[in-house]
């Protein structure tokens, strides 16, 4: 989740259309951290799929800025 923190803070995010982030132990504390990036209005496309997101990290994800805009979401394998 350290991993995840640090990545939502680069502000070079703003430019970014498509991110993967699968099979990367993501918790409900780095969807927490993630969810609250701010350079991430751009992007359209994202797979989250095979971490360990939970029902928690999917309230934080559910509330987040960036989801209007994507056409694209795989969350499976996450325990929700």
């Given at each position: 989740?350290k991993?995840?923190e640090?990545l939502?803070?680069?502000?070079f995010l703003?430019?970014?259309?498509s991110?993967?982030i699968?099979?990367?132990?993501?918790?409900e504390?780095?969807?927490?951290?993630f969810?609250?990036?701010?350079f991430?209005?751009?992007?359209?496309?994202?797979h989250?799929s095979?971490n360990?997101?939970g029902d928690?990290g999917m309230e934080?994800?559910?509330?987040?800025?960036f989801?209007?805009?994507l056409s694209f979401?795989?969350?499976?394998?996450?325990?929700?």
């Amino acid at each position: 989740d350290k991993g995840i923190e640090y990545l939502s803070k680069c502000v070079f995010l703003k430019n970014l259309f498509s991110l993967n982030i699968y099979e990367n132990n993501i918790s409900e504390k780095g969807m927490e951290f993630f969810t609250k990036c701010e350079f991430l209005d751009n992007l359209t496309n994202l797979h989250l799929s095979f971490n360990n997101i939970g029902d928690k990290g999917m309230e934080y994800f559910s509330k987040c800025s960036f989801l209007k805009n994507l056409s694209f979401l795989n969350l499976s394998n996450n325990n929700i």
